[in-house]
């Protein structure tokens, strides 16, 4: 869709690909109603700067005016955000039709 901004993981999501990622995750967000969505169903490992990242850049769309939709569909992943208490603030879903329409609820 064009007016969103898909950030895809694959492999390992630790704290170096964080430090790499950091700067997209910044200016996907860095504008008026910014609508990103997160997809972590090639993502192999997670840890929490995962989760941290993730954080900020919900917050970043947030107070942006904006949404993000987050798929994710690996049960250890899903496992890892239920832990944290992050189910529920994610929302995580299955599909990019379904984060699409996540992010702009302003989720």
């Not at 064009?2 to 200016?27: K, P, Q, S």
């Not at 967000?29 to 969505?37: A, F, L």
Request: proline content about 3%; glycine content about 6%.
């Amino acid at each position: 869709m064009n007016d969103f901004t898909v950030i895809e993981f694959h492999g390992e999501i630790d704290l170096v690909a964080d430090l790499r990622v950091r700067a997209h995750v910044d200016a996907a967000t860095d504008t008026d109603q910014p609508r990103i969505v997160v997809d972590l169903r090639t993502a192999t490992f997670i840890d929490c700067s995962t989760l941290r990242m993730l954080c900020h850049a919900r917050k970043r769309a947030l107070d942006n005016r904006g949404g993000m939709g987050l798929v994710c569909t690996l049960p250890r992943h899903l496992g890892i955000l239920k832990a944290v208490r992050l189910t529920s603030v994610f929302g995580p879903v299955s599909t990019l039709e379904e984060a699409y329409a996540s992010a702009l609820r302003g989720a």
